[in-house]
């Protein structure tokens, strides 16, 4: 990590192409495990952003890596809920459209 | 009087214990659940009063090195995420207490409200990503509780977007951990690049504006708010929103000092999600839709205060207008979201024509809707006129007056709904058929009274000695 100190700037920009193609798939899809992917792929962009940015800045490092590691928690927990509702979806309507759930019928 | 910092620390175990112990104790009876929790909540209200006085007295204290800070304006959010969590299990009980996952359900409750209370304090990155987790995952859960077509639609709408707002969250603490060099929310030392600095207190303000429903962030609201079950929206809207509130004052407004860029850019958000919010209100048929709309006009107001906030002179009088609204916002959306709770039981329905004629058949509900609608719309003298138009908006006249006036204009809009509502409870025809009388002594209604009660009472003078004490 230490040859990225004082220029960050590589990985900013791979992590915000990550990031926009995440945010376009969340925008466009309506199946919920593709949103998911793409969220994931936000989330990830995200955390190579901060991890870049604070080992940059060399006294925040350790700092950003507590900090990535406790993201990565609520990440998964997030992503765990959000499949076990699209699994309780799918047992209810038999299909993961997220838009598609309340023409269902109630 | 006790130290604030053991008193922070007991109210924590009085939340989390019961909250984390309620699920083992699955299939001992309907009435437990909800026992538990208000028993707990009773406890945790007293502990916020004792925990606001002694802050009060003491000044602000910093605990577990400077993670926490506990200051007298964040226990008073504190303690009003608490009234609205116990307003709303009150109101619960007949309802939620036969549904399978009652137990689930208040446990989620209390962890929510312990997760508020964290964020309401926060000093430290790493401690809001904890704090934000709990209540992020907890109000997902929440909103699905009931697993039928609309709460799953909902909740996974919020669910994902929770998801990319955490996505921005931790981009936003990236720029700024990286900008400071420490995980201490404590604001931008000199001479940082403003260009990284506007950056990351954008992608923090999305973040925290995915939670509260700021323009165009709101995608998710209209299906949560107008689509799950009204007591789970009396919860989410009147206690988890506080934790999206608290993340703004507590990581965002402090960068605000110093930053040209500040005023212009929160006033767009705000101009932008009051107007949607109160347009988009004007169309609905349905109250409780309505209702959530009106949740993002609100945003939009609040956003007018911190908008303030980088402003020296007038950054005191916004950040105590931001807390003196929430105590509107939360006493007439519990109040509100509850009474339509009640309606649902009772087979009234929450649409527009279902509730015409309800204040003959329902005088007390009716009554109390309409006070908690008047002082949304921010009529004298209840508590919404002093927090919308002699703080929030007043805050701003000065630096930005344009801001004030579209906040006036907006208010005026925002009559259109609210009086509706009014207008089909009194004056449009008679009740239908079979329309139920009022169980005067049913929990809900009792609880909209009380909202409704608390309301005038703050009006008739209190608001202002209040915000004399918030000092942020």
Same mark, same amino acid.
């Given at each position: 990590?230490?040859?990225?100190?004082?220029?960050?700037?590589?990985?900013?920009?791979?992590?915000?192409?990550?990031?926009?193609?995440?945010?376009?798939?969340?925008?466009?899809?309506?199946?919920?495990?593709?949103?998911?992917?793409?969220?994931?792929?936000?989330?990830?962009?995200?955390?190579?952003?901060?991890?870049?940015?604070?080992?940059?800045?060399?006294?925040?490092?350790?700092?950003?890596?507590?900090?990535?590691?406790?993201?990565?928690?609520?990440?998964?927990?997030?992503?765990?809920?959000?499949?076990?509702?699209?699994?309780?979806?799918?047992?209810?309507?038999?299909?993961?459209?997220?838009?598609?759930?309340?023409?269902?019928?109630? | 009087?006790?130290?604030?910092?053991?008193?922070?620390?007991?109210?924590?175990?009085?939340?989390?214990?019961?909250?984390?112990?309620?699920?083992?104790?699955?299939?001992?009876?309907?009435?437990?659940?909800?026992?538990?929790?208000?028993?707990?909540?009773?406890?945790?209200?007293?502990?916020?009063?004792?925990?606001?006085?002694?802050?009060?007295?003491?000044?602000?204290?910093?605990?577990?090195?400077?993670?926490?800070?506990?200051?007298?304006?964040?226990?008073?959010?504190?303690?009003?995420?608490?009234?609205?969590?116990?307003?709303?299990?009150?109101?619960?009980?007949?309802?939620?207490?036969?549904?399978?996952?009652?137990?689930?359900?208040?446990?989620?409750?209390?962890?929510?409200?312990?997760?508020?209370?964290?964020?309401?304090?926060?000093?430290?990155?790493?401690?809001?990503?904890?704090?934000?987790?709990?209540?992020?995952?907890?109000?997902?859960?929440?909103?699905?509780?009931?697993?039928?077509?609309?709460?799953?639609?909902?909740?996974?709408?919020?669910?994902?977007?929770?998801?990319?707002?955490?996505?921005?969250?931790?981009?936003?603490?990236?720029?700024?951990?990286?900008?400071?060099?420490?995980?201490?929310?404590?604001?931008?030392?000199?001479?940082?690049?403003?260009?990284?600095?506007?950056?990351?207190?954008?992608?923090?303000?999305?973040?925290?504006?995915?939670?509260?429903?700021?323009?165009?962030?709101?995608?998710?609201?209209?299906?949560?708010?107008?689509?799950?079950?009204?007591?789970?929206?009396?919860?989410?809207?009147?206690?988890?929103?506080?934790?999206?509130?608290?993340?703004?004052?507590?990581?965002?407004?402090?960068?605000?000092?110093?930053?040209?860029?500040?005023?212009?850019?929160?006033?767009?958000?705000?101009?932008?999600?009051?107007?949607?919010?109160?347009?988009?209100?004007?169309?609905?048929?349905?109250?409780?839709?309505?209702?959530?709309?009106?949740?993002?006009?609100?945003? /939009?107001?609040?956003? @007018?205060?911190? *908008? $303030? #906030?980088?402003?020296?002179?007038?950054?005191? %009088? !916004? +950040?105590?207008?931001?807390?003196?609204?929430?105590?509107?916002?939360?006493?007439?959306?519990?109040?509100?979201?509850?009474?339509?709770?009640?309606?649902?039981?009772?087979?009234?329905?929450?649409?527009?024509?279902?509730?015409?004629?309800?204040?003959?058949?329902?005088?007390?509900?009716?009554?109390?809707?309409?006070?908690?609608?008047?002082?949304?719309?921010?009529?004298?003298?209840?508590?919404?006129?002093?927090?919308?138009?002699?703080?929030?908006?007043?805050?701003?006249?000065?630096?930005?007056?344009?801001?004030?006036?579209?906040?006036?204009?907006?208010?005026?809009?925002?009559?259109?709904?609210?009086?509706?509502?009014?207008?089909?409870?009194?004056?449009?025809?008679?009740?239908?058929?079979?329309?139920?009388?009022?169980?005067? /002594?049913?929990?809900? @209604?009792?609880? *909209? $009274? #009380?909202?409704?009660?608390?309301?005038?009472? %703050? !009006? +008739?003078?209190?608001?202002?000695?209040?915000?004399?004490?918030?000092?942020?």
């Amino acid at each position: 990590m230490i040859a990225i100190a004082g220029n960050p700037y590589a990985y900013l920009v791979v992590s915000s192409i990550m990031f926009c193609v995440g945010l376009y798939g969340v925008l466009t899809r309506r199946n919920v495990i593709r949103m998911l992917l793409a969220t994931e792929l936000m989330f990830n962009a995200a955390l190579l952003a901060l991890l870049a940015l604070t080992s940059a800045s060399r006294v925040g490092a350790a700092e950003g890596g507590v900090l990535a590691l406790l993201a990565v928690s609520l990440g998964a927990a997030e992503i765990g809920v959000v499949v076990s509702l699209a699994v309780l979806m799918f047992r209810l309507r038999g299909s993961l459209d997220v838009y598609g759930l309340r023409e269902g019928g109630e | 009087m006790a130290d604030p910092a053991t008193t922070f620390e007991v109210l924590m175990v009085v939340l989390t214990a019961p909250g984390l112990i309620l699920p083992l104790l699955e299939g001992r009876g309907r009435r437990t659940p909800a026992a538990v929790a208000l028993a707990t909540l009773a406890a945790a209200l007293a502990l916020s009063c004792a925990l606001a006085a002694e802050l009060t007295a003491a000044g602000p204290v910093e605990i577990f090195s400077g993670a926490i800070r506990l200051d007298p304006y964040s226990s008073y959010l504190g303690l009003l995420a608490t009234l609205g969590a116990l307003l709303v299990a009150g109101a619960s009980a007949p309802e939620v207490g036969s549904w399978p996952t009652s137990y689930s359900a208040y446990a989620l409750m209390l962890l929510a409200l312990a997760g508020v209370h964290v964020m309401v304090h926060v000093a430290d990155a790493v401690t809001l990503v904890a704090a934000w987790a709990l209540v992020a995952v907890a109000s997902y859960v929440l909103a699905g509780i009931r697993k039928d077509g609309a709460s799953l639609q909902g909740a996974m709408k919020y669910g994902i977007m929770g998801a990319v707002s955490s996505s921005l969250l931790i981009y936003g603490l990236g720029v700024a951990v990286g900008l400071t060099g420490t995980a201490r929310l404590a604001g931008l030392p000199a001479g940082v690049d403003p260009t990284m600095a506007a950056l990351g207190i954008l992608l923090l303000v999305a973040a925290f504006g995915f939670k509260l429903g700021v323009f165009p962030f709101h995608g998710w609201l209209p299906d949560v708010y107008g689509g799950v079950h009204p007591i789970l929206v009396a919860y989410i809207a009147g206690v988890v929103k506080m934790a999206a509130v608290a993340g703004l004052l507590r990581v965002v407004v402090p960068m605000a000092p110093g930053l040209a860029s500040w005023l212009p850019s929160l006033a767009l958000f705000a101009v932008a999600t009051m107007t949607f919010g109160n347009v988009a209100a004007l169309v609905q048929g349905n109250v409780q839709r309505m209702m959530a709309y009106s949740s993002i006009a609100h945003a /939009g107001y609040l956003l @007018v205060g911190l *908008a $303030a #906030a980088s402003d020296p002179a007038a950054r005191a %009088l !916004g +950040l105590q207008g931001v807390a003196l609204h929430m105590t509107t916002y939360v006493l007439a959306k519990v109040g509100i979201f509850v009474a339509l709770a009640y309606l649902v039981r009772e087979g009234v329905g929450v649409g527009l024509e279902d509730i015409r004629g309800l204040g003959r058949r329902m005088p007390t509900l009716g009554a109390a809707v309409t006070v908690l609608m008047l002082s949304l719309m921010g009529m004298p003298p209840l508590i919404g006129f002093w927090s919308k138009f002699t703080y929030l908006f007043l805050s701003v006249a000065d630096a930005a007056p344009w801001l004030a006036l579209a906040g006036v204009l907006n208010s005026g809009v925002s009559v259109g709904y609210y009086a509706q509502v009014i207008r089909y409870m009194y004056f449009a025809g008679g009740p239908r058929e079979g329309m139920p009388r009022e169980r005067v /002594g049913d929990p809900a @209604v009792l609880v *909209a $009274a #009380a909202a409704a009660a608390l309301t005038v009472l %703050l !009006g +008739l003078g209190p608001a202002q000695l209040l915000a004399g004490l918030l000092n942020p």
